[in-house]
């Protein structure tokens, strides 16, 4: 038995240690580590996974803190993804692996994981949804995505995500109309964390006003949503009864007033994300959802391997430099190198097309 094979059935045995040290291969994409991924797959799809964003400052850790702790309280295993900024020393993240959560600290059925933004975008997509694959088939019923930011960044992470929270602290309507112009918009449930502050009441009332006018949550407004456009409507107006027909509606934005803090709240933000789930299912989006996350991950996956297959062919005409020369003298162009590059490419997908056919 390899090691890789050792440490897969280490972490489907339960072992945190394997699980840490899958994390970290996938992380680092260390050799063999899409063997380990492609293992994982027959053993996941039992979490319920939740991605929790929002502004700076809005208490996401906190927020995450206490509901790993209730979680555990009922009687749930917890994993926790923090996706921290990262060091422009080391690359790694700052916040290490989150001291800061001290409510669960020792409590081996919390696994919190901190990985690095590293500013790469795609990567980090990648990585986080595999990493939580793994603690999936670890067997974590639990599995929190804990955003640093609330940029484009953050709402391609939090597609991983089954459900999406996001966290807006008391504050002006300009607050609000900041946040409008794309994170709103993956909004399953709205949480108004601080919400002994003032201004939280105004907060709230602006939510509900532009939940009412259809300019927010469910992923209204774009192609940049959190679900998928064909099932955007029914979306928007679930109030967890069926119609006339026996068909689920839809699902109406909720708004949870926090005091992460006190752990005020806590309860009816997990009660609400219980109901999303129920919706998920009775409404057959869940399953949209996993088809699109699929799709998604097999067209970066290819993208990955051809950009790295045509990277190989730039080395052997000499790299990129070269060829960039050689268009400066005007001896051809991007448009045709580009072309020549791809030509065996396309040989190969036509001639095994063709044995295909006649296999």
Known sequence: MSSDEELLEAL???E???????????????????????????HTGEADVIGITGSPGAGKSTLVDKLAETYR??????????????????????????????STVGDMDVFVRSMSARGTLGGLSTATADAVKAMDAFGKDKIIIE?????????DIVRTADTVAVLVPPGSGDDIQTL????????????????????????VQELRDMIQLGDGGGGIGGDGGHHSQEIIDAHDDWDGETDDEGETAG?????????????????????????????????????EQVRGRYAEEIRTLLREDVHALLEDRLAERGGIDDLAESVRQGETDPYSIAGELLDP??????????????G
Not at 181 to 194: M, P, Q, W
Not at 259 to 272: M, N
Not at 345 to 358: G, H, I, P, R
């Open 180 to 203: 409008k112009a794309g994170i709103l918009e993956i909004a399953d449930v709205f949480v108004v964390n601080k919400a002994d502050r003032p201004g939280s009441d105004r907060t």
């Open 147 to 155: 955003t640093v930011g609330a940029g484009q960044n953050e709402i």
């Open 251 to 287: 699902w109406t934005t909720p708004i949870v007033e926090t005091v992460a803090t006190k752990g005020e709240g806590i309860d009816d933000l997990i009660d609400e994300f219980a109901n999303h789930r129920t919706y998920l299912v009775d409404s057959g989006e869940h399953a």
């Open 12 to 14: 489907l045995a339960g």
């Open 345 to 358: 490419v396309e040989d190969c997908l036509d001639e095994l097309e063709t044995t295909s056919e006649n």
């Open 73 to 102: 309280d009922r009687g749930e295993t917890v994993g926790v993804i923090a996706i921290d900024p990262s060091s422009p020393f080391t690359g790694g993240a700052v916040l290490g692996d989150r001291i800061r959560m001290a």
């Open 16 to 42: 945190h240690r394997a699980l840490a040290r899958v994390i970290s291969k996938i992380e680092n994409r260390s050799p063999g580590y899409r063997n380990l991924v492609s293992e994982l797959y027959a």
